[in-house]
């Protein structure tokens, strides 16, 4: 295995729009020696496509769950199915360049272990502001509405250090996902990025972004067929990370306070969603 190999883990989920975009543009990639699918369930073709690549490229293992145990579950998964010294997670809507892998892993490198983003952009060119991200502070939320803004501005640093990037692309060492043993499993869909993001950070490895990278992020596709399911897991795991982080720091109020702001937001979005449909 070459030092610089690097296994490409693909999670989907009614991915069938874009998977072959994103296959394509993996095995395309540089130092890309081993492309893991893992498919929670899908009913949409995903599967098929996926195993017509996997018939004709040996480096593509196909991984199928008969239900959908969560991204998280599924990201460990891929990654205990590879051997390769470097791991990229990449959703299935996301088309990376052909040196776009290469160049995140010698970004990573030269921090000494730690988990590296790069800018994402859609379909017109614009940057996701959730590329570059502070810590989630619920409680300081409360507080200060300044706060609800967990976007970082850019730095002019090729290399910018930030407290978390997107899930949608993180590139980082195998010895570091295994430091802190991989994606936290109690979340199912969202926020699980944030959380490994600062379990990484409190275990002494950096968390940057590549100013210097970008790749284009179709975004949310298999999101759109489930909306209540996805905020029903979002809101759950903002709810987990505060207590997993948060909440023996802060007082009962504070505590009261964050889980009725979650909550009432969830029941504000779930309206939203019926009316809308």
Request: with cysteine; net charge neutral; glycine share 6%.
């Amino acid at each position: 295995m070459s030092a610089n190999g690097i296994a490409a883990i693909v999670v989907t989920y009614r991915s069938a729009e874009t998977i072959a975009l994103c296959i394509q543009a993996l095995k395309a990639s540089t130092n890309v020696a081993e492309i893991r699918v893992v498919d929670n369930g899908s009913d949409d073709g995903t599967m098929d496509v996926v195993q017509s690549f996997s018939a004709r490229d040996p480096r593509i293992r196909f991984i199928a769950n008969p239900d959908n145990p969560g991204f998280a579950t599924a990201c460990n998964q891929g990654a205990s199915a590879s051997s390769a010294l470097w791991l990229a997670f990449v959703n299935p809507d996301l088309i990376v360049e052909p040196d776009s892998l290469a160049r995140l892993v010698e970004a990573s490198a030269q921090t000494a272990g730690g988990l590296v983003g790069a800018v994402l952009v859609d379909d017109k060119g614009q940057e996701d502001p959730a590329a570059r991200r502070r810590a989630l502070d619920l409680a300081g939320m409360l507080r200060h509405s300044a706060l609800r803004d967990l976007s970082v501005p850019r730095s002019e640093a090729p290399l910018q250090r930030v407290e978390a990037v997107s899930g949608a692309l993180m590139v980082m060492p195998r010895t570091t996902f295994n430091a802190v043993n991989g994606f936290d499993t109690d979340y199912r869909l969202h926020v699980e990025d944030l959380d490994l993001c600062r379990r990484i950070g409190e275990a002494g490895f950096e968390v940057v972004i590549a100013n210097e990278v970008r790749v284009h992020h179709v975004r949310g596709v298999s999101s759109r067929s489930r909306p209540w399911f996805v905020e029903w897991h979002k809101h759950r795991g903002l709810w987990r990370y505060y207590r997993k982080f948060d909440l023996a720091r802060q007082n009962v109020l504070t505590n009261c306070a964050v889980f009725a702001l979650i909550w009432s937001r969830f029941a504000w979005v779930s309206v939203r969603i019926a009316v809308k449909n």
